[in-house]
């Protein structure tokens, strides 16, 4: 009975045996490449290259878990859908914030699209700037920059930025409005020369041409340098005729606080010949409050501020050394609204 039963027990432990090892193997091969089960979180890249049909979707490569890693991470890296989505496509992207106030496009968005030409240029005197040396702060992409050298004839005039991007769009800035400028001139004085030939020979005709650009030395008049203008004290002697500082003075305030603005001032002052003009845009103290929370400095330095933008003035005048202030713009015309900021322009 003992021998009948020993081979049918051996047999029966060489099935279990050979059951097990396959199960052994099977879920060996699974936990290497396969679709996974428990505990296989390392997929096989050589065991997926070969088991996959061709053109799979990634959705079946590797585990399941991988999967979803990989689909996680394409969400996160700006992939459709993301928290609660179904698939439609929604995605909230994240605001972009301007801690320096080194907004793109700031123009764009400041000025009615009806106006062709930014509202303080028609504010600005022609003798403030014309064969004068100008210093234009925080000066964005440079059109204004460009706009008073345009219009007014400047001797020379620099836009400064802390922003590097917003520099090299204003240097792109002036060489297309130097490449526009330069067609349009030819085309109207193509256009004048045509209509009487019998007037000019083709040497004048070839001078007016020349000399009817009237901003071909534009690259010689304006350029444009990255800088963190209160970064420093050095270099501040008198050099400039005229500077201006256009709705700059909260971002300074905000980011380097009162000793900022007052180097701000000093360093204007300084660096302004006798005689010479500052023309300030200040924003008001209900603007600071919207851009508090920019960053943790902002926060940190406007519950610290303790001069106001309105005590600007008597600080400029009695502690920095100006002579005299004017008022010359309360309202501007075509500028959009919350840009409706007056311009002071301080003597020295």
């Not at 060996?28 to 049909?53: D, F, K, L, V, Y």
Request: glycine share 12%.
């Amino acid at each position: 009975m003992a021998t009948s039963t020993e081979p049918g027990t051996k047999g029966e432990a060489n099935r279990k045996g050979t059951k097990g090892e396959a199960n052994r193997k099977r879920s060996s091969e699974q936990g290497e490449g396969g679709q996974g089960g428990a505990g296989s979180n390392i997929p096989s890249r050589s065991m997926a290259t070969s088991t996959e049909p061709e053109g799979a979707p990634p959705a079946a490569k590797g585990t399941r878990g991988e999967a979803n890693r990989k689909r996680s991470s394409e969400q996160g890296e700006g992939g459709q859908g993301g928290a609660g989505s179904s698939g439609g496509g929604w995605q909230k992207r994240k605001k972009e914030v301007f801690i320096y106030g080194n907004y793109k496009n700031y123009y764009g968005y400041r000025i009615d699209r009806n106006v062709g030409e930014d509202p303080r240029l028609e504010a600005f005197k022609k003798q403030w700037f014309e064969n004068k040396d100008c210093l234009d702060i925080g000066c964005n992409q440079g059109l204004v920059t460009i706009g008073l050298a345009m219009k007014f004839n400047c001797r020379s005039i620099l836009g400064v930025d802390i922003d590097s991007g917003l520099i090299e769009t204003a240097k792109w800035n002036l060489r297309r409005i130097m490449r526009q400028d330069k067609v349009a001139t030819k085309n109207v004085k193509a256009q004048e020369l045509s209509d009487s030939p019998s007037q000019s020979s083709p040497g004048e005709v070839a001078s007016e041409l020349s000399n009817g650009n009237r901003h071909q030395d534009l690259f010689k008049i304006v350029s444009f340098r990255r800088e963190n203008f209160v970064e420093s004290m050095d270099g501040c002697s008198e050099q400039y005729d005229t500077i201006l500082c256009l709705s700059v003075t909260k971002w300074i305030h905000l980011n380097w606080g009162d000793d900022g603005l007052v180097t701000l001032f000093v360093k204007i002052w300084r660096l302004l010949r006798p005689g010479g003009v500052f023309i300030m845009e200040p924003q008001p103290w209900s603007s600071y409050k919207n851009n508090r929370l920019v960053s943790e400095v902002a926060k940190e330095n406007f519950n610290t501020i303790c001069i106001y933008p309105e005590t600007f003035r008597e600080i400029l005048l009695d502690k920095i050394g100006f002579r005299s202030v004017e008022l010359i713009a309360d309202r501007l015309v075509g500028t959009v609204s919350g840009f409706n900021r007056p311009i002071e322009v301080y003597h020295k």
